[in-house]
C-alpha cells in the first residue's frame, strides 16, 4: 500500500498522523510540492487532479483525504469509524461540514492567499475582497462549531465525544491551518480545548514540524486574522 503525500499538505497530515497513531503501514511516497512535482505529467497519471494524498492499495486508487481516512478505518476495523448506523453517519456529517464548508473558508478564502503566493488572486483589490469574505464567514462558522452544533457540546476532548474519531484527525487538521495567520482560538474556549487535545496527542508534533517552521518563517508578517 502506497501512500503519495508531504507533510506540508495540510490534506495529507491527518491521514499520516491517523495511521501512525493506528498502526497502519503503507510505502510513503513523497511528493515534492516545492518544485510542483504534483503538477508533473507522471503524478497526474495516478491523480489528474495533481494533488495529493493519493492512497494505492494494490491498484485501488482514492484521491481525497477524507474518502482515504473512511477506507483505511475501514480496512483496518478502526474504532474511530464505529460501525453503529447514527454513530458513523454523524462521523460523515462532520467530516462533510468541515471538508465542503469550513476548509474552503479558512483555507482558500483566508489563510492561503495571504501565505502562499500562488493562492493570491490577481489584484490587491481582489485578494482583499476574498480574503473579507472568507473571514466573515470563518467567523461565521466557528461560531456554529464552538456552540456545539452536534460537536464540542459537552467539554469533552473530541468532537463526538471522550473518544476520537477520522472525524477529529480531519477536522483538526484543516482548523489548524488558521495557525498560519495567527487565528486567535481562545476566542472559542470549545474549539481550543478541542484542538489543544489534538495537539497534545502523540503523532501530532512530528507530522507538524515542517508547517510549523514554515510558520514561524512568517512571524514578522502582519495578516487580516482573527484577534
Request: proline share 5%.
Amino acid at each position: 500500500m502506497r501512500l503519495y503525500a508531504h507533510k506540508m499538505s495540510t490534506t495529507s497530515r491527518p491521514i499520516l498522523m491517523f495511521c501512525q497513531e493506528q498502526d497502519v503501514k503503507f510505502e510513503l511516497m513523497v511528493i515534492d510540492l516545492a518544485s510542483g512535482e504534483h503538477k508533473q505529467e507522471n503524478f497526474r497519471q495516478i491523480n489528474p487532479n495533481g494533488m495529493v494524498p493519493v492512497l494505492d492499495d494494490g491498484g485501488f486508487v482514492l484521491t481525497e483525504s477524507s474518502a482515504i481516512l473512511k477506507y483505511l478505518a475501514e480496512k483496518y476495523a478502526s474504532p474511530t469509524y464505529p460501525t453503529e448506523l447514527k454513530s458513523r453517519a454523524r462521523i460523515n456529517e462532520i467530516m462533510d461540514w468541515f471538508n465542503t464548508q469550513f476548509y474552503r473558508e479558512i483555507a482558500y478564502h483566508v489563510a492561503y492567499p495571504q501565505v502562499f503566493p500562488n493562492q493570491a488572486r490577481e489584484s490587491p483589490e481582489e485578494n482583499q475582497s476574498i480574503i473579507n469574505w472568507g473571514l466573515e464567514r470563518t467567523i461565521s462558522l466557528l461560531e456554529v462549531l464552538d456552540g456545539g452544533w452536534h460537536m464540542l457540546a459537552n467539554n469533552d476532548p473530541y468532537l463526538t465525544g471522550v473518544d476520537i474519531t477520522i472525524a477529529d484527525y480531519l477536522g483538526a487538521e484543516l482548523l489548524a491551518c488558521g495557525d498560519l495567520i495567527r487565528v486567535n482560538w481562545s476566542r472559542y474556549p470549545n474549539v481550543e480545548h478541542w484542538l489543544t487535545a489534538m495537539k497534545a496527542r502523540p503523532a501530532w508534533a512530528d507530522g507538524h514540524e515542517l508547517i510549523d517552521s514554515y510558520a514561524a518563517s512568517l512571524a514578522e508578517k502582519r495578516f487580516l486574522t482573527i484577534e
